[in-house]
């Protein structure tokens, strides 16, 4: 496979883009206009639009922006004054699917050669993003705790040519789910929907292409304890909540109405105090609850759904079945209130010790996702295997677990006396993939080569004291200023705040067993 | 982030993730001891988030951010907003019941099992009932959950009864069909009787929505085209993994295959010969039957006829052991199966079909102690006689005496029989007829009806004695002048003692109960050495000799005896495997 060409590959940017200037009414889906966005101007593209009160308002997404970033506005903040980009024309429209992408890049869609060879690879490497062209790689057997033993690392970058998508536009639907199923053609994508969907029958994947999924934010504001939140993405609750103003969940057992009257009632009934499940974790401030997503089809049915308002590759395509869930829960005299949690397949062929994570926006920024991240480690730990998190990882998800990576492993080379580290030590210490380890070490530039030194100036003397010329051009892990001063002050910040950590042993936990037939024959 | 190019001005090692690597902090080396640019010749891992996301302008302000050093960490993601609901009566909605345990806590209802009636009423179920209610002032009130039950019991009646209501445009139930499947379970008496005030307004929403359910329902796939690119259809089932195929697995499987088969036709087989085998004893028990009614008409016949006698063929009688199969099946004896042929043999007291045991029966027990008390009695009988006969008498060629040889005998042949009259040996024995002349013979009077059965004139050593001296000798008694007797002999070749089977010294072995009689020396009584020697001291009959001699004439005995049983035992084994089927039912 050759290594992608982006510029060339990037379908934002064809050949020719119509500009133009534009009227109102002249505004339809696909058109890329400048709004106002937090007092500046940016380019957004229109999902959708509709008529309300006589107002027309408009879906847009902006660019560069992420999703959850996506809203209604008013005609106001259409910027008319400057040129719009018109969508791709017609003829791209006609054969929809297949057109666009038809003329961005020469697909071979069909190539029955490479499609095997991808799936090889996805089989057989621990990682999905670490595959290489390297034709030996397919001898390797996988290595089904996720581990990557490989002593050196070549790389190449993957690519994973689009396939063009089948032509759904049958549906009879109104504009928002028009313009979804528009969006679902919408060009930038790396898997093809048939290849995604494979994966996701055979696997236990719980992330999703998002060209898969509606676009369009499906309900305006939800209410769930105490809190009310704005949905972040589409999540396929019921299509009755589209118009309703607020939808209540129930902060037990996660059920959802859409009047306000039924929810009294719902509350007046529901005994749920806590997850259904079994507690497996407790201190001051915590605890955890397990549930097997197959024994709470119903409880972990509509956490998924909550879920999929605040995380945009997570998939309800399939049911949930082959996962476990891990709740986080802060307590009170009402009950065990979800914070967040993360899900974990019952059985994972590539080794990923969470699929889906999610803190719960009204308790973000608060710490819970590291400590939600550490436990998911403490329990591969307990399992003896080393873990990572599914991938793609969004970016809140990167963010999280790069800074939880960069704590761990920085306070594990700070350590008293230690002088020496190997990445494959550090990650079974801390049940981190390699790969995850050396990506924390090179993404804060830890990783060097000493060189030039045959005096031995600069480095300590155990260094000097074995052959100083082997020692020449010889890796080493720097601990950088920024990064010391980053931790002394992480450490500072939690002596003020009180930092709240995972305990090992108040975990009472055994890695639970499924008998082969529950795995065959139940998912 | 894009993949660097690599500008390699030296030749590089690849990093190895196993290899110990220093760990430097960068105030203590100087910058230029550093390469930076090394870092491009390690592969640059992916971060793991989607490229078209991954340069999203927030995100890459926090890493750069982050990257730059430790003051700007302050930069976020800005997400949409939460806050704190202020119209919501939180206390009211989540009342402080929860008391948590002092241990974990361990769950398994499930959410089903937890909120109670699914239908929750909407602000327009109040209204109406509420105008119900008003209604019937004077009659009873219908309560808030009264009304769920009915409208979730019409719900879920007409969910089971008409589930593509939807889709088909079925006309809707009519009352008197619902209420024919009232359930005192799903819905209570007090709730049933408003159900015909609430049918109308149920029909009336269900209509408004169009046959779907009144509680929003998510959806499910319903294996219609449009079920792959609907978006709001989830949670399809997953198909079955699959397990990768290896040629070895194929082999494991087959085999595996292939021993569930036999050992279903083992289990077949099995059932296959119990049936044959209940049926055996369906017409063991039919006969057993037919013999019990026609022995009653012969004892009526007999008791018409006034015959007495031959009463014997009237109960069953005792069978002939050599009848049994030498050698039983253990397999059949573990399973307690019992051939019909063995039911009679058998020695316990309990039958295989409860009955009580025939009187007739003969068992090992009885029969042991019956052969040992009878051995008892002809010791105890003869050295009464013997001591009786030898008054005054001083017997120097002691013989022991054995017990008859009849019992044997009488039990089947199943010991060589005593044989010829050519070879008679010195008293003991006796002949027939013959008067007590010898000096030292035993006589030992045989009971009245082992005589017919025994015509052997002569009693010889015991054949247990005897076995395994294998060269016999010949030998002949004659009367010589004025009628001394002479005892002539030829070819008597005994084997020294040392020279003895081995085999037949181990059978003894245990034969002594003390210790200090271990040592048994094989003497022979017919040597030269001991006849000269026994006819020495008749010469001087001394009291304390002749005690002794009484004494290892007991022990003689009591030794023979002792083989006797042995003997005994082992014939009695025979009888014992026969029983062991018996036990086990
Ligand atoms: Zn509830």
């Known amino acids: 496979m050759a290594p992608r060409d982006t510029g060339e590959d990037k379908p934002d940017t064809p050949l020719a883009v119509e500009k133009g200037f534009a009227t109102l009414p002249e505004i339809r889906v696909g058109v890329k206009a400048f709004v106002e966005k937090d007092g500046e101007k940016r380019k957004a593209e229109i999902l959708s639009l509709q008529t309300r009160r006589g107002q027309p308002r408009f879906y847009v997404h902006y660019e560069e922006f992420n999703k959850r970033l996506d809203e209604w506005i008013p005609a106001e903040r259409l910027d008319l004054s400057r040129e719009v980009e018109w969508p791709v024309p017609e003829k791209a429209d006609k054969k929809k699917a297949h057109g666009v992408q038809a003329t961005k890049a020469p697909l071979k869609d069909k190539n029955p050669k490479r499609s095997l060879k991808q799936r090889l690879e996805r089989e057989i490497s621990g990682t999905p993003e670490f595959a290489s062209a390297n034709a030996q790689r397919l001898q390797q057997p996988s290595t089904a705790g996720g581990k990557e033993n490989r002593e050196t690392v070549t790389v190449t970058t993957e690519v ?232 793609p990882l969004s970016d809140l998800g990167l963010l999280g677990y790069r800074a939880y990576w960069q704590e761990v ?70 601990l950088t200023d920024a990064v010391i001063a980053q931790r002394e002050k992480q450490k ?32 | 982030m894009t993949t660097r190019q690599a500008g390699q001005r030296f030749r590089q090692r690849k990093l190895s993730t196993r290899q110990n690597l220093q760990i430097v902090r960068e105030n203590e080396i100087e910058a230029s001891n550093l390469d930076d640019e090394s870092q491009r010749n390690i592969p640059l891992v992916k971060t793991g988030v989607e490229e078209g996301e991954e340069s999203e302008h ?80 004077k009659g009873p009130q219908c309560t808030e959950d009264e009304f769920e039950q009915v409208m979730n019991f019409f719900e ?233 006969w030898n008054n005054d008498w001083v017997d120097d060629t002691w013989r022991p005496i054995t017990p008859p040889m009849d019992n044997e005998s009488r039990r089947g042949n199943s010991f060589r029989a005593a044989f010829t009259e050519s070879l008679p040996t010195p008293p003991p024995s006796f002949s027939e007829g013959e008067d007590t002349n010898m000096i030292d013979g035993a006589r030992t009077p045989i009971p009245e009806e082992e005589k017919s059965a025994l015509k052997l004139p002569i009693r010889y050593a015991d054949s247990a004695m005897d076995a395994g001296h294998g060269a016999q000798g010949a030998f002949r008694r004659r009367t010589g002048r004025s009628g001394r007797m002479w005892i002539d002999r030829r070819g008597l070749k005994r084997k020294s003692p040392s020279a003895r089977d081995e085999r037949e010294r181990e059978r003894c072995h245990y034969d002594i109960e003390s210790d200090e009689e271990a040592d048994v020396y094989y003497t022979d009584p017919y040597d030269d050495w001991n006849i000269k020697y026994r006819i020495a001291i008749q010469a001087s009959p001394n009291r304390g000799t002749h005690e002794q001699q009484v004494h290892a004439q007991q022990r003689m005995l009591e030794e023979q005896q002792r083989k006797l049983q042995q003997v005994s035992a082992m014939a009695g084994a025979n009888n014992a495997r026969a029983a062991i089927p018996v036990v086990t039912c």
């Open chain 2, 156 to 388: 879920q009646t007409s969910a089971s009864k008409q589930p593509f209501a939807s889709v088909d445009n079925t006309p809707l139930l009519s009352f008197e069909e619902l209420a024919a499947a009232f359930d005192e379970d799903e819905i209570e008496a007090s709730a049933q009787q408003f159900a015909k005030d609430i049918y109308p307004y149920w029909k009336t929403c269900r209509t408004t929505a169009r046959h779907h359910p009144l509680m929003p329902t998510l959806k499910f796939e319903r294996n219609v085209d449009t079920d792959d690119s609907d978006p709001y259809v989830c949670f399809r089932r997953r198909e079955v993994r699959q397990v990768r195929k290896t040629r070895g697995r194929d082999a494991q499987i087959a085999e595996k295959l292939r021993k569930l088969r036999r050992e279903l036709e083992d289990a077949r087989n099995l059932m296959h010969h119990v049936k044959n085998r209940e049926f055996a004893r369906r017409e063991q028990l039919s006969l057993e039957k037919k013999i019990f009614e026609q022995r009653a008409s012969v004892k009526e016949a007999k008791r018409h006829l006034g015959i007495k006698g031959d009463d014997e063929d009237l109960i069953n009688q005792k069978p002939i052991p050599r009848a049994r199969p030498p050698k039983l099946d253990p397999a059949i004896i573990q399973r307690g199966a019992m051939g019909p042929g063995m039911v009679p043999k058998a020695p316990l007291t309990i039958r295989a079909d409860g009955r009580p045991p025939d009187s007739d029966l003969v068992q090992l027990v009885d029969e042991r102690n019956r052969k040992n008390a009878d051995i008892q009695n002809i010791i105890q009988d003869s050295m009464a006689k013997h001591r009786n």
């Open chain 1, 492 to 523: 500072e910040k939690d002596k003020k705040v009180g930092k709240h950590v995972i305990d090992p042993d108040k975990l009472i936990w055994k890695p639970p067993v499924f008998t082969a037939s529950s795995r065959t024959w139940n998912w």
């Open chain 1, 160 to 391: 994973v040519n689009g396939t063009p998508k089948p032509d759904d536009e049958e549906m009879d639907v109104d504009d928002v789910a028009a313009a979804a199923a528009k969006a679902k053609a919408a060009p930038p994508e790396n898997y093809s929907v048939e290849e995604e969907r494979e994966k996701l029958r055979v696997g236990g994947s719980m992330t999703q292409n998002q060209a898969e999924i509606s676009r369009v934010r499906n309900l305006d504001k939800v209410q769930m304890g105490k809190f009310e939140i704005e949905p972040w993405y589409f999540s396929p609750y019921p299509q009755e909540f589209q118009d309703v103003d607020m939808m209540f969940i129930c902060d037990f057992c996660l059920s959802y109405f859409g009047d306000v009257k039924q929810f009294e009632r719902h509350r007046s009934k529901c005994t749920l105090l806590h997850p259904p499940g079994n507690e497996i974790y407790r201190d001051d401030y915590l605890s955890f609850f397990e549930i097997d997503g197959r024994r709470q089809r119903t409880w972990c049915r509509n956490l998924c759904l909550l879920s999929k308002l605040f995380l945009d590759h997570k998939t309800l395509y399939y049911d949930v079945d082959p996962f476990l869930f891990y709740c986080m829960c802060t307590r009170d005299a009402s009950g065990c209130h979800l914070v967040g949690y993360f899900s974990k397949e019952k059985e994972s062929a590539d080794g990923y010790n969470v699929a889906c994570i999610l803190t719960l926006p009204q308790y973000q920024r608060k710490g819970f996702g590291k400590l939600l991240i550490a436990f998911s480690y403490e329990l591969s730990k307990r399992e003896g295997k080393l873990g990572s998190p599914e991938k």
């Open chain 2, 58 to 137: 927030h995100l890459q302000a926090v890493i750069s951010a982050a990257q730059a050093g430790a003051k700007a960490s302050q930069l976020y993601i800005p997400t949409p907003e939460t806050n704190v609901s202020l119209g919501v009566q939180y206390e009211r909605l989540y009342p402080h019941r929860f008391q948590q345990p002092a241990t974990y806590i361990r769950f398994s209802s499930t959410v089903e099992d937890c909120i109670g009636c699914p239908y929750c009423m909407t602000e327009a179920d109040e209204e109406f009932l509420k105008k119900l209610n008003s209604k019937q002032r």
């Open chain 1, 409 to 478: 492993i920085v306070d594990m080379l700070m350590e008293e006396g230690r002088t020496e580290a190997n990445i494959e030590e550090l990650g079974s210490i801390a049940a981190m993939t390699t790969n995850d380890v050396l990506h924390t070490l090179q993404n804060l530039n830890m990783v060097k080569i000493s060189v030039n030194h045959p005096t031995g100036s600069g480095l300590g003397n155990s260094l000097l004291s074995s052959n100083a010329r082997e020692q020449k051009n010889q890796h080493v892990i720097v």
